[in-house]
């Protein structure tokens, strides 16, 4: 399994925005066989960082996705809206390898 990791900045009056935006890929993202594990936005004090993180069986798995989201409406839309408000000024990506607790 791959999880990605990303940190994005977030213009404090753009909340509302990239929350909009979030929801759009928590519902993209599994239509491509991944599992969203949430966006993480600002909550108290002043911060200007929201985070997410998704998984992928594999680092394959999330390059396909990469390639045929690429060619998908709604993501399209969602990177379209992201343009046009502006809701977030960059962003990071890295990957990591969960370690998880084992089921009892």
Known sequence: ?????LRYEVPP??????E??????L???PRFGGVHHGYFLPSEGASDVALAMFSFPSFAAYEQY?????QDPDVQKAIAF???TRCFRRYERSFF?????KEP
């Open 1 to 5: 399994m791959i999880t990605c990791y």
């Open 13 to 18: 009056d753009k909340l509302a925005e990239f």
């Open 20 to 25: 909009a935006y979030s929801r759009m890929w």
């Open 27 to 29: 519902e993209l993202v």
């Open 66 to 70: 990469r390639k045929d989201s690429a």
């Open 82 to 84: 992201a343009k046009q």
């Open 97 to 101: 390898r969960p370690v998880l607790p």
